[in-house]
């Protein structure tokens, strides 16, 4: 009996924008064929039309990458609409407050549905086009109103885009370690049955979730986030080159130089072929 054909995945760098260096490290993986989609954040300082051409222009002989928006409304970063509310020192509130409010449904709607229409308008100025996909920095996009704001923008201004869900389809056993990923999991329930009723589409399934501390083994942990990946399922990632702009505004520095390495390294195709999976 014949093996069966690999599934194909998608491997997605979140990001794309924060920092030069991020932007580098993720053309070049997708130049490789080691990276199939990535996300962008229109509101970082470093995110340009000239950032956009040079990624977008990897698709110039067909399609190598889906391009994605990353919605973003947590600071360090700055909103685009002047008018956005709640801020410190003119910046999107910080991540425990901004789920805070959400699960006390205290966030400003009109507020969130013009920041969204404005991000939305960004990349379609920058690409030319609407996004292929629509995620969230932080996974914020999950979160409770978030999501209603997300959904109906990415119904109205991207009809053709589908949304990522963050439901895992790994046993819940290989899961107990890693709180983040239970709670985006939990989100997730509600989100794909609001994307149901929107008609927006999601993706079959999640992975990449995992503690950022400097002794993490990503290289171990990669294997395990393939585990149970279906046919479209997606995986997350975050590689990328540290410089001064990304030490500004993110915390996740000296970890995504380790998954880039072992993106591009011998054992990243090694461990795909290994679960039966393909970028292809």
Known sequence: ?????????????????????????????????????????????SFSRTEADALDALNAAGERVAIGLHLTLTGPLKPLTASYAPLV????????TT???AVQQRLD????????RAQFE???KAFGRAPDFVDGHQHVHLFPQVRHAALEAVAWMAPHAWARQ??????????????????????????????????????PAFAGTYTYRLDAD???LFPQFLEGMPEG??????????DDELMRLDPLTLLREKEYDYLVGDAFPADLAAAGVTLN
């Open 166 to 203: 963050c439901g895992s389809s790994r046993p819940l056993a290989r899961r107990l370690s890693d709180p983040k990923g239970l709670l985006i999991d939990y989100f997730s329930r509600e989100f794909r049955a609001r994307a149901s009723r929107h008609g927006v589409t999601t993706n």
């Open 1 to 45: 009996m014949s093996e069966p054909p690999p599934r194909r995945i998608l491997l997605c760098a979140d990001d794309y924008g924060i920092a030069p260096g991020v932007n580098e490290a993720i053309r070049d993986l997708v130049a490789r064929g080691r990276l199939n989609a990535t996300s962008v954040m229109v509101v970082a300082p």
């Open 233 to 242: 399922g997606l995986i997350m990632c975050h590689p990328g080159h540290v």
């Open 89 to 96: 020192d003119g910046a999107f509130l910080p991540l425990t």
């Open 109 to 116: 709607m009109v507020a969130l549905a013009a920041e969204m």
């Open 218 to 220: 990503f290289p171990r």
């Open 122 to 124: 960004a990349f379609a």
């Open 99 to 101: 789920l805070r409010l």
